[in-house]
């Protein structure tokens, strides 16, 4: 059984940071692609970051791009999200996701597993 757990979220001001964590039991992060996701109230969930695998460069949506930094631990088989600079805009659930595959997407409904998320909220 694939269980992804998410952990690290929180409440924080504006032009502060965070560190999301996911790790994950049934699946290994080290060949697959794994990636960020969120979903704000009253919006569709969206694409964050992901990395293939650990020589290839991440991918980042253009709103985090800069901010945001995804990496993997295959050691300990987790994934974290590191989040500087946070902004209001950044408040939403924060799921970890993971495909059967190495490519990325990113289209929530092309990724296989889902951890059950981790509120982000960034007061102004």
């Known amino acids: 059984q694939v269980l992804l757990v998410e952990s690290g979220g929180g409440l924080v001001q504006a032009g502060g940071s965070l560190r999301l964590s996911c790790a994950a039991s049934?699946?290994?992060?080290?060949?697959?692609?794994v990636g960020w996701f969120r979903q704000a109230p009253g919006k569709e969930r969206e694409f964050v970051a992901a990395?293939?695998?650990?020589?290839?460069?991440?991918d980042y949506a253009g709103s985090v791009k800069g901010r945001f930094t995804i990496s993997r631990n295959s050691a300990q088989n987790t994934v974290s999200l590191q989040m500087n600079t946070l902004k209001p805009e950044d408040t939403a659930v924060y799921y970890c996701?993971?495909?059967?595959?190495?490519?990325?997407?990113?289209?929530?409904?092309?990724?296989?597993?889902w951890g059950q998320g981790t509120q982000v909220t960034v007061s102004s």
């Open positions: 049934g699946l290994t992060f080290s060949n697959r692609a």
């Open positions: 990395i293939a695998w650990s020589a290839a460069p991440a």
């Open positions: 996701a993971a495909r059967k595959y190495t490519v990325i997407s990113t289209l929530p409904d092309r990724w296989d597993y």
